[in-house]
Protein backbone atom coordinates (compact mmCIF):
# COMPACT_ATOMS: atom_id res chain seq x y z
CA UNK A 1 0.00 0.00 0.00
CA UNK A 2 1.21 3.37 -0.67
CA UNK A 3 1.53 5.67 1.63
CA UNK A 4 2.96 8.70 0.14
CA UNK A 5 4.54 10.38 -2.74
CA UNK A 6 6.94 12.48 -3.81
CA UNK A 7 8.22 14.27 -6.87
CA UNK A 8 10.59 11.22 -7.47
CA UNK A 9 9.70 8.52 -5.03
CA UNK A 10 6.96 6.70 -3.64
CA UNK A 11 6.86 5.58 0.34
CA UNK A 12 4.67 1.75 0.59
CA UNK A 13 4.14 0.10 3.70
CA UNK A 14 6.91 -3.04 4.16
CA UNK A 15 6.26 -6.40 3.51
CA UNK A 16 7.52 -9.80 4.31
CA UNK A 17 8.96 -10.06 0.63
CA UNK A 18 11.29 -6.72 1.01
CA UNK A 19 13.66 -8.62 3.23
CA UNK A 20 16.19 -8.92 0.45
CA UNK A 21 16.05 -5.81 -0.53
CA UNK A 22 16.79 -4.55 3.56
CA UNK A 23 19.72 -6.90 3.40
CA UNK A 24 21.53 -4.70 0.69
CA UNK A 25 21.33 -1.78 3.09
CA UNK A 26 21.93 -3.90 6.77
CA UNK A 27 24.70 -6.64 5.13
CA UNK A 28 26.44 -3.38 3.92
CA UNK A 29 29.64 -2.19 6.45
CA UNK A 30 29.28 0.82 4.78
CA UNK A 31 26.07 2.02 4.70
CA UNK A 32 25.95 0.64 8.47
CA UNK A 33 28.81 2.41 10.05
CA UNK A 34 26.66 4.60 11.68
CA UNK A 35 24.95 1.92 13.28
CA UNK A 36 26.23 -0.92 15.88
CA UNK A 37 27.24 -3.29 13.49
CA UNK A 38 25.73 -4.52 10.46
CA UNK A 39 22.30 -7.13 10.44
CA UNK A 40 21.48 -10.78 9.42
CA UNK A 41 18.95 -12.15 7.71
CA UNK A 42 16.96 -12.79 10.67
CA UNK A 43 17.60 -9.56 12.13
CA UNK A 44 16.19 -8.22 8.48
CA UNK A 45 13.13 -10.46 8.86
CA UNK A 46 12.75 -9.35 12.84
CA UNK A 47 12.83 -5.87 11.45
CA UNK A 48 9.89 -6.38 8.45
CA UNK A 49 7.81 -7.92 12.11
CA UNK A 50 9.19 -4.80 14.36
CA UNK A 51 7.45 -2.74 11.40
CA UNK A 52 4.26 -5.12 10.59
CA UNK A 53 3.68 -4.22 14.36
CA UNK A 54 3.96 -0.83 14.13
CA UNK A 55 1.79 -0.49 11.51
CA UNK A 56 -1.02 -2.75 13.64
CA UNK A 57 -0.50 -0.91 16.57
CA UNK A 58 0.47 2.37 15.88
CA UNK A 59 -0.53 3.22 12.35
CA UNK A 60 2.49 3.96 11.41
CA UNK A 61 6.49 2.85 10.46
CA UNK A 62 9.12 2.63 8.13
CA UNK A 63 8.25 2.49 4.90
CA UNK A 64 9.57 1.59 1.73
CA UNK A 65 11.54 4.00 -0.61
CA UNK A 66 11.05 3.38 -4.52
CA UNK A 67 11.99 5.21 -7.15
CA UNK A 68 9.12 5.49 -9.59
CA UNK A 69 10.27 3.04 -12.20
CA UNK A 70 10.24 0.62 -9.04
CA UNK A 71 13.88 0.43 -7.52
CA UNK A 72 14.18 0.16 -4.01
CA UNK A 73 16.11 2.86 -2.53
CA UNK A 74 16.02 2.20 0.92
CA UNK A 75 13.43 2.86 3.53
CA UNK A 76 11.79 5.92 5.58
CA UNK A 77 8.91 6.66 8.10
CA UNK A 78 7.97 7.61 11.67
CA UNK A 79 8.29 5.34 14.13
CA UNK A 80 7.81 5.48 17.72
CA UNK A 81 10.27 5.93 20.30
CA UNK A 82 11.81 6.84 24.12
CA UNK A 83 14.68 8.62 23.90
CA UNK A 84 14.24 8.96 27.78
CA UNK A 85 11.59 6.63 29.85
CA UNK A 86 7.95 6.99 30.36
CA UNK A 87 8.70 10.42 27.33
CA UNK A 88 7.21 9.19 23.80
CA UNK A 89 8.17 10.23 20.84
CA UNK A 90 7.70 10.02 16.90
CA UNK A 91 11.23 9.48 15.22
CA UNK A 92 11.49 10.41 11.59
CA UNK A 93 14.34 7.53 10.30
CA UNK A 94 15.91 6.88 7.00
CA UNK A 95 18.87 4.91 5.59
CA UNK A 96 19.44 3.92 2.19
CA UNK A 97 20.89 1.78 -0.39
CA UNK A 98 24.25 2.90 -0.59
CA UNK A 99 23.92 3.28 -4.60
CA UNK A 100 21.43 5.90 -4.12
CA UNK A 101 23.67 8.38 -2.16
CA UNK A 102 24.35 12.01 -2.85
CA UNK A 103 20.62 12.01 -4.99
CA UNK A 104 18.45 13.88 -2.27
CA UNK A 105 16.56 11.16 -1.91
CA UNK A 106 16.66 11.00 2.07
CA UNK A 107 16.17 14.72 2.52
CA UNK A 108 13.34 14.07 -0.11
CA UNK A 109 11.42 11.46 1.41
CA UNK A 110 12.37 12.67 5.06
CA UNK A 111 10.59 16.05 4.18
CA UNK A 112 7.52 13.77 3.55
CA UNK A 113 7.85 12.00 6.47
CA UNK A 114 7.79 15.15 8.60
CA UNK A 115 4.74 16.80 6.65
CA UNK A 116 2.81 13.50 7.17
CA UNK A 117 3.69 13.39 11.06
CA UNK A 118 2.33 16.83 11.42
CA UNK A 119 -0.48 16.25 9.55
CA UNK A 120 -1.87 12.51 11.60
CA UNK A 121 0.25 12.60 14.13
CA UNK A 122 -0.99 15.64 17.41
CA UNK A 123 2.90 15.54 18.49
CA UNK A 124 4.32 19.10 19.26
CA UNK A 125 7.50 17.84 17.33
CA UNK A 126 9.44 15.41 15.59
CA UNK A 127 12.81 14.00 16.33
CA UNK A 128 15.79 12.22 14.52
CA UNK A 129 18.11 10.12 16.54
CA UNK A 130 21.33 9.89 14.86
CA UNK A 131 25.07 9.06 15.45
CA UNK A 132 27.22 11.90 16.52
CA UNK A 133 29.62 11.30 13.90
CA UNK A 134 27.08 10.63 10.86
CA UNK A 135 27.31 13.83 9.06
CA UNK A 136 25.68 13.47 5.90
CA UNK A 137 22.40 12.45 8.39
CA UNK A 138 23.01 15.69 9.90
CA UNK A 139 22.87 17.21 7.21
CA UNK A 140 19.48 15.70 5.90
CA UNK A 141 18.13 16.56 9.57
CA UNK A 142 18.73 20.55 9.12
CA UNK A 143 17.40 20.13 5.51
CA UNK A 144 14.33 19.24 6.89
CA UNK A 145 14.27 22.46 9.74
CA UNK A 146 15.48 20.29 12.33
CA UNK A 147 17.91 21.22 15.05
CA UNK A 148 20.10 19.50 17.43
CA UNK A 149 18.36 19.65 20.87
CA UNK A 150 20.58 17.23 22.82
CA UNK A 151 23.34 14.65 22.84
CA UNK A 152 22.41 11.47 25.34
CA UNK A 153 22.97 7.93 25.73
CA UNK A 154 20.36 5.84 23.94
CA UNK A 155 20.02 1.83 24.03
CA UNK A 156 23.37 1.79 25.19
CA UNK A 157 24.92 4.19 22.15
CA UNK A 158 25.67 8.11 22.37
CA UNK A 159 23.20 9.61 20.26
CA UNK A 160 22.85 13.43 19.24
CA UNK A 161 18.59 14.38 19.11
CA UNK A 162 17.56 16.52 16.29
CA UNK A 163 13.97 18.13 16.43
CA UNK A 164 11.71 20.23 14.31
CA UNK A 165 8.65 21.54 16.27
CA UNK A 166 5.19 21.73 14.90
CA UNK A 167 5.67 26.03 15.31
CA UNK A 168 8.88 25.63 13.20
CA UNK A 169 7.26 23.70 10.28
CA UNK A 170 3.94 25.51 10.29
CA UNK A 171 6.42 28.51 9.61
CA UNK A 172 8.80 27.59 7.03
CA UNK A 173 5.45 25.85 5.32
CA UNK A 174 3.82 29.42 5.83
CA UNK A 175 6.83 31.12 4.47
CA UNK A 176 7.08 28.65 1.13
CA UNK A 177 3.49 29.39 0.53
CA UNK A 178 3.63 33.22 0.17
CA UNK A 179 6.73 32.50 -1.89
Given amino acids: MVVLTTPRLQLRHMVENDVDDLLQIFSDPVAMQY ?12 WVQWTLHNYAVWGLGMWILE ?6 VGQCGVIPQEVHPDTPEFEIGYLLNRKFWGRGYATEAARACRDWGFHNLDTSHLISII ?10 AQRNNMTWREKTLWKG ?3 SIYVVTREIWQESADKHRDD
Fill in 35 to 46: YPRTRSRSEAED
Fill in 131 to 140: NPENFPSIAV
Fill in 157 to 159: HNV
Fill in 67 to 72: DHTGAF
